[in-house]
């Protein structure tokens, strides 16, 4: 059988950069080239970043993304790759459609200095809820290409989660590859999915799949790469490792290409393209990378600060600044910003106020010497009282005051010094309103306003696990952690004093927010039913403060803000 080295490319785009992505193609092509490949598939949207959503509506874009595509083909023969077969993701208009030309997601096939094809996927590159922006053009087709006497098919990211799609006609087209380019956000235990989907996939294709994904962040989106490779057995025959860019390289042995079937199958016309191409001769197949995936709840860290180095970095911003209170919260978005652009850009401050403890002042010290962090103390008692004796404000708006103020200096320094503001909130405080809009809420960017606080806890103590294990000292000081949660906005102020215990409080969160559940099934499982009203009658009334909640990394089936949203005037209340 013939013998073609695919090249995988888990590679970090930047949405609207078309000229710095075709430089990464360019430069991942020339490694492919000296690594003897000969194809190299690229993610979806490669051109473009993905996802970029409403610029696809912009005519000059989508003009801008064909012009690249053309001239990339052109750059990739000049700089000796011009028999490197390189399958891109960009962004395209369908000019056949009597509406006019409207934008689609779209692969090329690059080769020769020329586009040997394009295929055009159905829905538009871009995300939201209940989005019916979508555009059916007749007539869609398959492109198979033949190429080194193999044909192989191009498919796009959704492609694999539909049934009877372009997977069931490449059988009838008998391809012996099928290159499928994705840009598949991150989610908890998505891994796994995503590869007994592609193996039912190469199943029904009756041939081997290439799966190729993004490795990288934009904006509350995190690509997490996991790239592979698996015949039509399911048997895995590579798989790249999660958060790695990287250039990854498998050999394979295909079906000699034999079929001409044309055609339309299944609502999908099968389109055929000939490249004047011979077998590779035969080499010595090099040994695949067969990487076991990081597992949980590794792989949530590294999404958090995958997270944050590319909002950080593609934002162009040099440094953050963040509260550090002394608590678990902040103490773990510190360690998650320190890992992502090293503890030397990250800034602390302390803002005690009458009611701060002597530990909170002293576990903040703690945690920024252990992240090698700068650090400073401000004291907001004077500006408290200021505030408090003009307005003549007590109880809850006393409390808010001081959220608010803290606020204010975080965001003042931002100003002066120009560093990104990190928000400390997780998203249980997030789905209940247990935070201060205009104070604690601030700030440019939420690194864990997807991750449960019991799940806070737990990677505080996995990052300490890792440290000792590496014989590094440990980032998260262990009074953070112990400790009961508190804002200290009030003598002897407690989380409980407010909130049901954490691990009650996120058992019910992960069922009426994650899964949708209603109130009668969570009582109906074991919940207190005066409990669970109440969790209920939170999460729906705090919507007002989500939407004004600073972006953050998803980790979650339903994130705050991305996946789900509640209309803020809303009188529906569920009851027993």
């Not at 909002?311 to 773990?332: E, H, P, W």
């Amino acid at each position: 059988m013939p013998q073609l080295r695919i090249a995988l490319a888990q590679i970090n785009h930047v949405v609207g950069d078309l000229r710095g992505n075709a430089d990464s193609v360019l430069a991942r092509a020339r490694d492919a080239v000296a690594a003897g490949a000969h194809l190299l598939a690229l993610p979806e949207m490669m051109l473009t970043g993905y996802p970029p959503e409403d610029l696809v509506f912009r005519p000059s874009f989508r003009a801008a993304a064909r012009d690249t595509l053309s001239q990339l083909a052109i750059e990739l023969d000049a700089a000796g790759a011009g028999e490197l077969a390189v399958i891109v993701g960009y962004l395209d208009d369908d000019a056949e459609t009597t509406a006019g030309a409207r934008p689609r997601n779209a692969a090329a096939f690059l080769l020769g200095g020329q586009v040997i094809t394009r295929y055009y996927k159905h829905h538009l590159p871009n995300y939201g809820v209940f989005d019916e922006r979508r555009y059916f053009v007749p007539g869609d087709r398959l492109p198979v290409v033949r190429y080194r006497g193999i044909d192989i098919a191009l498919t796009i990211c959704e492609d694999a989660w539909q049934d009877g799609g372009p997977f069931t006609v490449a059988r009838h087209a008998a391809v012996g590859l099928v290159v499928n380019i994705n840009g598949s956000p991150y989610e908890r235990d998505k891994d796994e999915a995503r590869l007994a989907l592609l193996q039912r996939r190469a199943g029904e294709a009756g041939a081997t799949v290439a799966y190729v994904n993004t490795c990288g962040a934009q904006d509350e989106l995190v690509f997490d790469g996991d790239s592979f490779i698996v015949d039509a057995a399911g048997a895995l025959l590579m798989r790249a490792p999660q958060f790695v860019e990287g250039l990854y390289l498998a050999d394979l042995e295909l079906p000699e290409a034999s079929s001409e079937v044309t055609g339309e199958v299944a609502g999908m016309t099968i389109e055929r393209h000939h490249t004047a191409t011979a077998a590779a001769p035969a080499y010595a197949a090099e040994p695949a990378v067969l990487t076991q995936p990081i597992g949980y709840p590794a792989e949530v860290w590294g999404a958090l600060v995958l997270g944050v180095r590319d909002y950080v970095g593609k934002n162009r911003f040099a440094s953050v600044v963040l509260g550090m209170s002394g608590g678990i919260d902040s103490a773990v978005v510190a360690a998650i910003a320190a890992d992502a652009i090293g503890g030397e850009q990250v800034y602390g401050v302390s803002m005690p106020s009458a009611y701060s403890s002597e530990h909170s002042r002293s576990d903040a010290a703690d945690l920024a010497e252990r992240i090698g962090a700068h650090y400073r103390e401000v004291a907001i008692a004077p500006m408290t009282d200021a505030f408090v004796d003009s307005l003549k404000l007590t109880g809850l708006a006393e409390e808010n005051v001081q959220a608010r103020i803290r606020g204010t200096i975080l965001m003042g320094m931002s100003n002066a010094e120009g560093h990104l503001v990190l928000t400390t909130g997780n998203k249980s405080e997030l789905a209940v309103g247990y935070s201060t809009i205009y104070g604690d809420a601030v700030g440019g960017f939420a690194p864990i306003k997807d991750v449960p606080k019991t799940l806070v806890w737990q990677l505080a103590r996995w990052r300490n696990a890792q440290a000792r294990a590496r014989g590094e000292r440990e980032p998260i000081p262990p009074n953070s952690i112990s400790k009961p949660p508190s804002a200290e906005l009030r003598p002897g102020q407690l989380d409980s004093d407010s909130l049901p215990d954490y691990a009650v409080l996120d058992a019910i969160l992960a069922r009426y927010v994650d899964a949708d559940d209603g109130v009668a099934q969570l009582i109906e499982a074991g919940f207190d039913p005066e409990l669970v009203v109440r969790t209920a009658r939170m999460v729906d009334t705090a919507e007002w403060k989500r939407r004004q909640y600073p972006p953050g990394p998803k980790i979650s089936y339903k994130a705050f803000g991305r996946d789900r949203r509640l209309p803020i005037t809303n009188r529906w209340r569920e009851n027993t």
